[in-house]
């Protein structure tokens, strides 16, 4: 199919489109702030409302026990709405205030006192590992005797990688509004991914049933993740003051309040041992991932299975075990974003791949293609076959498009030169100076294979509602929400092909629980997926319908057909009993619709809906689709834990500055499959965007906590995700030719998340370049996010002891107040876990 815009692009960039804040506001209607937790782990001692009682404006406050239920979570249910007697993050809501104005809520808020007594926090993976401070139970994914073939490999590396977590930085900060109805009943607005949940959530919060509570998403300004939980708290706090108070309530956080109190991508901890032959071949790995969940389990153990499901990546690991565990710390509980787990898992086997290359003093692009999946070696350590594997042939054509060869020729020619520059300016390595250093260049081509499904079953299940008006056209409604990746414009570029009519006479509807009940999120990429499948599945009956009626209409002469349209009588019934296949002799092309064996004939499809009408014949269609076939045994660790993969390989160059270790994103090549896209601009649109919002995510998005557990880099002055600068100069972005994805809707394949993972490639180009300026045949393992200051550091580590932060002591000690007893060792690993 063609490409399309956006159906929002116009008013998105007139400023027409309307987001949660963007409703006019009612005349009796409240503002909602919440006042959260300064402290990582307190004991609440007194909250005192007094003043805020007396501030104008003030119109209400609840705690946690104004909650019908003091609890919520979508996988356990462990988190308080509102923290009762102890605070376990920053950030955690306390009190609830509604009041008048913005301005006097800013008052109130101000005015509410709570008092604590301080708790030992928890603030690293370390930390947490020490305690055995853990949320959910330990778990393997194993295939082959690991411990025998790690003892008999002839080579062996054992490591780890240290991955941070990332802010979604969605431009529309959490929204929700609640509007008050008869007998109690409220309608949500909420800027949510997950409309079912947030209505579940909200009816939980306010103590009335499921039917009472409309949740309606019109569009997100983004979400990445960040929405897909975690919207719900807040559209129950508007929830609660709607309902108590009788008043429409808003809530709409700032940026600051929004970073401080959502969580963020998952931080992890990965350990490995991985033993390998002579030519790089490996044979065996022994994984360990620990992930920080933050103080409440969220998606974390979800998250965790999917990062244990891509440790493989794109390669056959004969004997492999990975075992994976979340740990529960004093952050803000750390939830989807854009990957899930899947970055995780990757960026550790890609850095297996560049050390075990440094190792043997090949190309690392050489041991990736002699171990990718292939045939004969396509099996994954969970048991599932890859069908349709395109890798090899992702690895062969990218290595051509991109001149890989050439290139790296050029590369170590020229690093070669710019490293003896290095080296005569200043002998002892690279000093702080006014003058301008060599820039070092890195290359790295990494492959993604991205499992497309809830790796939970019962999420992988949709429904949508197809109605045809009398004019010919559509609205279709589903549990797909639209947050700018386009869904909508999928949908009904499917809808409009069933039915051979333009796509812009297919109005997709605002998700609204009382169309699509029991909805999953929009989330694991496969909104279109899903919904497009559900959508297309009504659409086919309508037009099965509508095939019938056609037969009658194009067999009758056309003076008396007019007649019959303007209802002047119908002789006969139009049967629909097998309209499914009648359809099939019929074309639905150009807005017409003909006969195959009288191709002459037509009618148009606004006629015929009316001839279907005037017939009572109906023209709304509901649908449910699930996937097929999905058999992983979560006890086991094994079985076809997805439907299918999405696969893609990038080759991106990078620069860096040796005096200030900042990088540039010289060119990315990107080849990605996604078997016949709906549509391809919307597509290659997510491919560039994911892939820059993953090179923040391995380059400049620092998230940095005080010692005490705050957020501190909490807007965009203090956090750094990537600007139009930061993108590649040169990006090339490409799909390989695929109908082979003949399981899924149209033959596409989710895009949403996937090319976020190539952005790896970034992060093991930087290390390529450092491995270069350092001239020796080991690959650094700096942190993800490779800062300008990480890259230094590993350019020169003896550079910087004279500049070793010493105010970072003075903080560690104003954590450590006099009544919390913290031992030496955990201080400094907590100070270690800062840098
Ligand atoms: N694209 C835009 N513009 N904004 C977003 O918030 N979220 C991503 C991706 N692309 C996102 C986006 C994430 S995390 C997912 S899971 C998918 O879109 C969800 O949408 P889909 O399943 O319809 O692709
Ligand atoms: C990918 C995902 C999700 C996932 C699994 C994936 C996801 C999600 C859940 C999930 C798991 C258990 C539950 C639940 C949701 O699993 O987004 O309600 O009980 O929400 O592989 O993106
Ligand atoms: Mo996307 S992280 O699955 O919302």
Redesign the pocket.
Known sequence: MKSLQHDSAVTHVAGESEYIDDRPALANELQVGVVFSEKAHAKIKKIDLSLAEKTPGFAGAFLAKDFAHAHWG??FQDQPFLAADTVRFVGEGVVVVAAETLESLRACLRAVRITYSELPPILSIEEARAAKSFIGFERTIARGDVTSALAAAPHRLEGSVAIQGQDHFYLESQASIVYPKEQGAVEVHSSSQHPTETQHVVAHAIGIPYKDVVCIVKRMGGGFGGK??QAAWFAAYAGIVAHRLKRPARIALTKDDDMIMTGKRNPFENFYNVGFDDEGKILALDAQLFSDGGAYAD?ST?IM??AMLHSDNAYFIPNMRVVGQVCRTNYHPHT?FRG?GGPKGVAMIEQIIEEIAATLGKDALEIRKLNVYRPGFDTTHYGQKIENNMLPKLFAELERKCNYVARRKEITKANAAARAAVKSAHPSGVKNSAERFPKIRGLSLTPVKFGIS???RF?NQANALVIVHRDGTLQVSTGATEMGQGVNTRIAMIVADELGIDPRKVQVMATSTEKNANTS?T??SSGTDLNGMAALMAAKKIKGRLAEVARHVLSIPEARWATRTAGLGTEEEVEVTHAEEAARDFIFQDGMISHVGKPDAKVDFKSLVVEAYLNRVSLSEYAFYRIPNLHFNKLTGKGDAFMYFTQGAAATEVSIDTTTGETKVLRTDILMDLGRPVNEALDIGQVQGAYVQGLGWVTTENLFYSPGGKLLSHSPSTYKIPGIQDTPREFNVELIENFGNTINVRGTKAVGEPPLLLAISAWTAIGDAVRSARGENVFPRIKIPATSERILRAIAPGAFTAYEAKPAASLIRERTKPTQKSSAKTRNASKKAKK
């Open positions: 979508t996988i897909e939980s998606l979800s299975e999917r989807a899930f809830f790796t939970t999420l999120p989330a694991a």
